[in-house]
């Protein structure tokens, strides 16, 4: 995928550096991308080689080794290098599965959101008018909806589970990229290719999937990264108060309540998936940050 | 601007009447309400009964009419749970709520205003990067765990402040500063690319050419333009800490709104959840509302848009 | 006008108004006379009759009285309310009152009031949540003015234990005066050793020592000027006000933070044994679904075999807490837990039984609880191990009252307390005779638990409620767990004694 603003290869001289290999040295010049990057897939790594990395079942229990600390604290044992939680669950083998959890929540939960809110966002800036205020009349009731509580309060009607906290994200965080890529297609409504696409008689939907959307994707990739944080952030505070993920699934936010009890003496209990869960919002963060600056460069200083 | 203030009045009440057929829909989701109401020892007849006492027995459109009549009037019927009015419930926590939101905004302004400015002013210096690594950090961190922090090292291992309730100004510290340090980023970032929009902008050199002092410029011009942004995403952010302080107050133990929403979520008493929820919607479309009347006076050229 | 002082303006006037609304309010502790205490729930109604949480048991002990005193540190009835009481025959109880006593706005105390607190209690349009303590009575009657009768409904041997806990006597006038519960709810008046001042809902209460207690009360007088009940859900927070000198006293410690809170020399920990029983309850009827697996036996009994309750003793729940057997607290009279049958910890044996009754890969089901979730999540992990998948609903008491109460509940890890009453009738008589918890309708069950409840002979009593008890084990209707340890962590300067019952008596503590 070009991520190049368009000045076309055709008008640079030879001798300049290819595009490609300008991307590459912006990537790789730019630190937060790499920390970012290197952050996300190296959770993302963890997820999916969970079986293979995850020391036991996370699942397991045996009370009788509950609440074992780390390998750095004076009692720490090399059977749990992170210790066990209060049911005698080995801790890293739940992290290593919490990782999965948290980031299918935080990319299912986006990319339901990018759905609703992009169609809502395309539709309402190709087509102007009566459609643009209606669409801008929804964003404006969704943003007046607080989300936390009305999170809760469908979570708590619905059930909680994985799946209804992640169509319930999805379903509430749609709002910025509705904004993002209704502003970004009124911009390009009259751009020559799309008024060309029209002229030969392509169909509105085409026009829209094949011509417009390819080029609103940059703003809609850091929106995306955005949400994925938040989403995680919400689940944890969701599951925080109880009403998220359900035990015994290992969501890091769920990991960090349950190891609330602990926190005045065991203080690792909640450090521990707390850290994990900083990092991977501020790597995602990070990479969503450095995604704006390479694709916008005109909002750089 | 009347033709202005009308349109954006009229959106207000739109969107506010949309969120009461939501908030209604939330509690007839709940279960059916004469059961509820009669209590779990009731006949079928006893909750025929109440089904027409309370006229839950007409249509769904009549009973949303009456209840919005009442609900405009602060009437939100009774608690399923508390044997008190709705309202009552309510009027008794709203201004913990409200003292929350608003000092955790103060915060927010605090940090984030001077920081945005100065690192606008000296992109790239110190201050710039400091403000960088705290806006990024400030959007990883779950309020609720950065709480927990603030509780465990100045409440519990320092001792400086209280760790929980509302009794007096000094409880509502540690909250304010978790619920407000959320908020601050957002702002910080956007007083930073107005000011630097701002400063970058012609009439901010000609100002300069024509030598007038660098403060005034700064204060004067620069900072009123670069302000009309950032005005309305401080009204957003402010409808946005009172609808998540649900979090916050449930980790201080402060009675407030959000915690109240949150106990009748977990009791199943959904009047509650549904008074307050349209409550904080009116809220945030008020603050809007607001922004629009500032930004307008603000900015002139916005009052036509 | 700039805009920066504008939003300075703002910014100050903000804080200034949150300074104003919230005036300082004094410290706990002792150097103000002021014992603040906290607990994780809230009484819907500090109404007695119309509450049955723990936090609402306390407050009726502490500004309400009832007839009959029942020490709790001896075990021995003696005259409160009442001064003397006498059985005409096993449906009629004759009940001499106290002169001279007053209730706290000043009211005379007097048989009207026993007489209407009575006949208030078991008329259904009050709709008392605590239906189970007095549905035994069937009318009180004035004899004089410091003489009442009470007709009972069957022969109930019990009635004095009941008599001497959760029946506080109101003030009829003031009652009516303030019309009816709704109004009594916001400002109560009892009789007892402190008067509630104020009722912030949710919040909390606030109460100070009745100066005029009545001199001869077998409570003797309160020591503590002024008590204050603050509701604070979260364990952590408590635990944090507790260590930082905000609060006083809390209880239901969990394990872990009271071993690690007797490090703290400003900090008296202390575990009390409880007449709380935890206890899983099974959807015997298949309300929640017709199809439900609960409502096979075999499947009862392999969950009673899943889990290892001893191990759970040991590890989570501590203190003095035992595994159960029986439906029922052992120090409860009529409680046999030799009598009925036993589940030992085997996983390989509810597997097989399983197996058997058609589950041979397991099923899923939903456990609701609502209090600790630990012990809920350690029986998730039990169940798991032999092919349940149970996920877990965690909700408030009174909507998993309500939930069970609909039928809505095919699984649920619940605990009772029998009201601190030391007969069995005040636990198993709840859940098995046929009343609005009674989810199972053995039929059987109920005529041998009518039978004890209503007989007067020790012996036979004990034999029907062996015979009840026996077969709720038998049929795994329900499984006890184990009882509870309460751990009790309060400021080195009170001296505070913990009962059996879990009632904390405030009103016997005193500043060291």
Known sequence: MSSVPRPLPGTETLLAPSPSAILRTRIFGHGGIVIGGSVVLGVLLLALAAPLIAPYDPYVQDISQRMIPPIWAPKGSWLHLLGTDKLGRDYLSRLVYGARISLFIGAFASALSGLIGCALGVTAGYFGGRIDAAITYLVTIRLSLPVVLVALAVVALSGSSLEIVVIVLGLLLWDRYAVVSRAATRQLRHAEYIVAAQAVGASTLRVLLSEMLPNILNPLIVVATLEMAHAILLEAALSFLGLGVQPPLPSWGLMIAEGKEYMFFSPWVITIPGIALFTLVLGINLLGDGVRDLTAPENRN | ?305 | MHLGTRIGRLTIGALFAGGLLYAPTSFAGKSNDTLVYASDSEPESVSPYHNDVREGVTLARLAWDTLIYRDPRTGEYRPMLATAWKWLDPLTLDVELRQGVGFQNGDKFSADDVVFTFNYVVNPESKVVTKQNVDWIKSAEKRGDYEVRIHLKTPFPAALEYLAGPTPIYPKAYFQKVGGVDGYSRAPIGTGPYKIVSVALGKGVKLERNANYFKDSPRGQPSIGKLEFRVIPDHETQVAELMTGGIDWIWRVPPDQADALKANPKLTVVAGETMRVGYLAFDNEGRADAKSPFKEKRVREAISYAIDRQAMVQNLVKGSSHVMDAFCFPSQFGCQPDAVRKYSYDPAKAKALLAEAGYKDGFDAEIYAYREREYAEAMIGYLRAVGIRAKLNFLKYSALREAQRAGKVPLGFLTWASFSVNDASAMVGVFFKGGDDDFTHDKQIIDWLNAADSSTDPVERKANYAKALGKIAEEAYALPLFSYSSYYAFTSDLQFTPDADEVPRFDLAHWK
């Open chain 2, 1 to 305: 601007m009347i033709a202005f203030l009308l349109r954006r009045l009229g959106l207000a009440l739109a969107v506010a009447f949309t969120v009461s057929i939501f908030a209604f829909a939330l509690v007839r989701l709940s279960g059916d309400l004469a059961t509820t109401i009669a209590g779990p020892e009731a006949t079928s007849a006893q909750i025929e009964q109440i089904r027409i006492e309370y006229g839950l027995d007409r249509p769904l459109w009549q009973q949303f009419d009456d209840w919005l009549w009442h609900a405009a009037r602060f009437d939100f019927g009774r608690s399923f749970f508390f044997r008190e009015q709705v309202a009552n419930l309510i009027a008794g926590r709203l201004p913990v709520t409200l003292t929350l939101g608003g000092l955790a905004l103060a915060f927010a302004l605090a940090l984030a205003l001077p920081l945005g400015i100065v690192a606008a002013i000296r992109p790239n210096s110190w201050i710039d990067r400091l403000a960088l690594v705290l806006s990024v950090a400030g959007q990883a961190m779950p309020t609720f765990w950065f709480g927990l922090v603030l509780m465990l090292v100045f409440g519990v291992r320092l001792r400086w402040l209280p760790v929980s309730g509302t009794g007096t100004w000094r409880h509502f510290v540690l909250p304010a500063v978790a619920l407000g340090y959320y908020a601050t980023p957002a702002i910080m970032r956007l007083t930073r690319t107005g000011m630097l929009d701002v400063l970058g902008s012609d009439y901010i050199r000609t100002a300069r050419a024509k030598g007038l002092r660098w403060h005034t410029v700064l204060l004067k011009h620069a900072l009123r333009n670069a302000m009309v942004p950032v005005v309305a995403l401080v009204a957003v952010q402010l409808g946005f800490m009172l609808g998540g302080s649900i979090v916050i107050e449930a980790v201080f133990a402060m009675h407030g709104l959000g915690y109240l929403a949150w106990e009748s979520i977990q009791r199943n008493d959904f009047p509650v959840v549904q008074a307050i929820v349209l409550i904080l919607a009116v809220f945030y479309i008020g603050l809007i509302f607001l922004a629009d009347l500032l930004n307008a006076w603000l900015d002139p050229r916005l009052r036509t848009p």
